[in-house]
Each structure stands twice: as C-alpha cells, then as structure tokens.
C-alpha cells in the first residue's frame, strides 16, 4: 500500500496549483523529497514525512472548528499521521478529521488548500540527531450546518471559533485560514 499512497500524494502534489509563490516551493519542495524517500509518506520516514490535515468551515463560513492538541498544548485544524490502510491524502485527511472531531459525513475538497513544512518535537529525533519536520498537506471541509462535534482522546479540547477571532497569532495558521476562504469564495480575514 506504500507504493500507492505515495504514488497518489505524488500526482496529488505534482498536479497542485499553488496559490502563492511560498507555496509553489514548497510544493516543489514535497514532491522532491517523495521522489527520493519511498517511505516518506509514513511516521517512520526521517528526518521528514507527510501528515495530512483538514480545516473545518462552518457552514456559514463565519466559523472554524479547531482541536487542543493533548501533546503540543496549541489549537490546530485536524489532522495526523498517514496510515498503511489510507489510499490517498484525502482519504488520510478525512480519516483524522473524523475521528478527532467526531463529525459524521465530512466531505473534503480534494484540492489541497495549503502546505505547511514545520518542526515537530513530539516526535523524537532523526538518527543524526535533527529535527523531525512534518511536511503537511491541508485540505478543506465545510461542516454541515447543526453538525456537532466530540473531544477525542487525541484533544484537550475541541471549539469553533470566529474566524476574526482565531485562538493564535500562528501566521501559517491565519493563512491557512484566509486561503480556505478564498476557496470558498469568502471575504479574507
């Protein structure tokens, strides 16, 4: 299953249009690394690897439902490690976006909405003793209007806040943000 999750999150990247000139080097960026990391896809590839997150939209999208991380003690969108069972980064994205938030039914944009490249220490070190850097693809859901979301055992805490009100001055967050809107065909923050 490696060979097709990375065969699919290399023509996923690799056919991505880039909203900014930062992103399109990351994108670049990604697919070089997949090209010349086979494993890269998975937790156990270092000193990098791709995790998969999804950005939750209210249905009027004036709102965006976030997670407490148990281990970063940050609010994030959803998301997480891909696993051997995933076919492709929508599938991943959708997969940690309902089980950390409890939503039923969420129906993911299969168009990355932005990538993050990002040191992660909670999850140890490389064997020359570098940083592990998530390399994460960010995708999109809107939650049906009423949905009601859970706390996993993944999360402290589980909220929708205004988007002119985000719990983080975390700028790649605020970005991620102003991108989904914009794809949403929204006002920017």
């Known amino acids: 299953m490696t060979a097709t999750l990375r065969s699919s999150a290399l023509g996923t990247l690799a056919s991505w249009s880039a909203p900014t000139v930062d992103q399109e080097a990351l994108r670049v960026r990604y697919v070089d690394y997949l090209a010349g990391h086979p494993s890269g896809v998975f937790r156990e590839d270092r000193p990098h690897h791709l995790t998969a997150s999804t950005l939750v939209l209210s ?98 805490d589980v909220r929708w806040f205004p988007i002119d009100a985000l719990p983080t001055e975390d700028p790649d967050m605020h970005e991620l943000v102003g991108l989904a809107l914009a794809r949403c065909g929204l006002a920017s923050l």
């Open 59 to 156: 249905a009027d999208g004036g709102s965006v439902l976030l997670t407490l991380h148990a281990k970063a003690q940050r609010w994030f969108q959803f998301g997480g490690h891909l696993e051997p069972a995933d076919e492709t980064l929508v599938a991943a994205a959708t997969r940690e976006a309902t089980e950390e938030s409890g939503l039923a039914g969420l129906v993911l944009d299969p168009v990355p909405v932005q990538l993050s490249d990002h040191e992660v220490p909670f999850c140890g070190e490389s064997a020359d003793g570098s940083p592990v850097h998530h390399l994460d693809v960010r995708f999109l859901a809107v939650a049906p209007a009423g949905a009601v979301h859970a706390v996993s055992e993944e999360s402290l």
